[in-house]
């Protein structure tokens, strides 16, 4: 509990850098507005934003949509606000069958034990012709530890959605590898950091020169996804768009 307490902290404090070099996920957060634009893309009608967190999405949708947010009790422990319409298992979702035009599935099935089983219930909640949209993390640090349980290749992901009564409309690489090591090793710099502090290391004496590595490796990331050739091997994640057809 303290170790999540002392997450929230930080997540607070860093948030007025978010838009900048300085924070260690810039690189990571830069993608949120790439996310939500295809988020209103692709969705319609009734959208279940299952794993909804804080509920921001409810507040991007254009609107015409109409958002229910579904979340496990337990996610409010983890310093989230709880914006919840039902609370609900992905795995066992209480919503009748074919029921639903768009099912939202962000930065949530890495967290979840079994998730083929939320594969099947967002395939069986969702009406024919209706769309489920997938953000998974491929290479990224743990988080919201302990319930941080798998990673998937875009291979490992096609053989999730070939078992199941889905076709598979685009799948898309949010960063390039230029991208996701910068952000990688800014992000390990600044843990590495808020350990010597919270252990009283004598390395702490010089954390806020490692501290300033982080705008100079994120800046870098970025021009050399701008300048080299596109790499699609090492992805931060990937952004599935699925639909039912029958």
């Known amino acids: 509990m303290k170790s999540t307490t002392a997450s929230i902290k930080i997540r607070r404090w860093l948030a007025p850098l978010e838009n900048t070099p300085m924070h260690p996920q810039w690189l990571v957060l830069r993608q949120r507005s790439r996310t939500i634009a295809w988020v209103n893309q692709h969705a319609f009608g009734l959208l279940l934003d299952i794993g909804c967190g804080n509920g921001k999405l409810r507040e991007k949708l254009t609107e015409n949509i109409e958002y229910v947010g579904i979340d496990y009790p337990e996610t409010i422990d983890l310093g989230y606000s709880g914006m919840v319409d039902i609370y609900a298992d992905a795995e066992a979702l209480p919503i009748s069958s074919e029921s639903t035009d768009t099912v939202a599935l962000l930065d949530v099935l890495e967290h979840l034990q079994r998730p083929e089983r939320a594969f099947a219930e967002a395939s069986r909640v969702l009406k024919k012709g209706g769309k489920l949209l997938i953000h998974v993390p491929f290479v990224y640090p743990l988080h919201d530890e302990p319930h941080d349980y798998q990673r998937w290749s875009i291979h490992g992901l096609r053989i999730q959605v070939k078992q199941l009564n889905l076709e598979i409309i685009d799948i898309v690489e949010s960063t390039s590898s230029f991208e996701t090591v910068a952000a990688l090793f800014s992000i390990a710099l600044a843990k590495s ?49 699925l639909t039912r057809n029958n």
């Open 193 to 241: 950091v808020l350990d010597a502090i919270t252990q009283k290391r004598f390395i702490m004496v010089v954390s806020p020169f490692i501290l300033l590595m982080i705008p100079v490796i994120n800046t870098v990331g970025w021009l050399l996804n701008i300048i080299m050739p596109e790499s699609k091997i090492m992805p931060f994640s990937y952004r599935l768009t």
